[in-house]
């Protein structure tokens, strides 16, 4: 029987496999970009060199020293209601600094405070079902939002201050004094140039009266971390401000008892002179007006921020809310605002940064924080570059840390997602 033979295909030449092929270097993406950064990174550093040159070489010419030594002389004035005095031996540029960074501080502080509390109330109050209140915090709003600060803050300065109601502080006019029931001692000394409030005298024990209250604020936060997760993990009541404040008063007052009382009240009272105010904590008419005059205007951009967040909130959550019966205010407390906080905080801290920046424009009312104090120090003949390099690097540093310190608190508000 004949084999019979297998039919295959005829054979194919193989063809070459085919490779990609490279596009020249000069068409190639990878290496354009590359190209791209470094050309633009030289012209940068072209630009800072030719600038930095001018700048030497003019302050050479006219005989400017570039170095920073001078931050170690005298002043040569006195900064107003602040303890510093020219004339002490330790009077320095440098503690000048210090004393407005100071200021800066207790400015932003107080400000940033009052503004969330503030913005947050007329927000929700430009939400409200009472036309009245809607209406005047929409006012409110519209108002101060399209008003540059720095005329919000010479209108307060001159309004509430120079030609305002407020008593004269002079031994012929002696200001307004509100003083605590049944005591000679005083809440509360007002005039149109200072202003007296009751704070804490330490002796040579606080300092470590203070450092246990740092310690014991930790702990307190330790334990209101404690009762969150309890009431997440177990359904029972929380009550993280019960146990958090007794934690902390609690070893406050051990603390205080062990010491001898290191910390007493100190009240304000009018010299005998009758032209300033010793104990308590007084401040001046420049700092009231530039933080009240920011306050107002910074909350306006807050109440904003607050308002599109709570109408970002489902829908639903309101809905689940009023099935629940809870309360108008147990309804923003636990529902609504929790929720808008982790929408507004990121614009928030915008505005929070531009309250500590804007406190530059103290000038208009005389406080003497640290761009006022630059300009004094560069009017008495201190270096200008030197001085506006430093005034640069504090607001910096300022910025830097409030973000450091939000961005922390957005990340924890954060939700997590599940994979």
Known sequence: MAETESLSPPATPSSPASTP???PFWRNIKILRIV???VTLGIVVGIVYVLQSNLLNNLNRLGISTDFDFIYSSPGFTVRDSGFDAQAPDATVWRMILVGVRNTAAASVVGITLAIVLGTLVGIGRLSTNWVLRKLA????????????LVIIIFVGTALFTAGPLPLFTPANPPGELKIPGTDSNFLIYSNTRL???SFMNDERSGIFWLVMLVAAAIAALVWRWRTKVNEQTGQDHHRVLYSLGTLLGIGLIAFLALGGP???SFPAVSESGRIIEGGLATNDGYLALTLALVLYTASHIAEIIRGSILAVAKGQNEAANALALSSFQRYRFI???QAARIALPSIINQFLNFTKNTSLATAVAYPEITALTQSLIGNDQPAPQMILI?????LSFSLAISFVLNIVNRRFQLEGRT
Request: no cysteine; charged share 10%.
């Open 21 to 23: 092929t490279r596009p």
């Open 391 to 395: 005034l640069m690097l504090l607001y």
């Open 196 to 198: 007296g409030i009751p």
């Open 263 to 265: 910390v007493q009240f």
């Open 336 to 338: 609504v605002l929790p």
């Open 36 to 38: 791209a950064q470094v």
């Open 138 to 149: 929409a006012l409110y709003v519209e108002t101060f939002r399209n008003i540059p600060p």
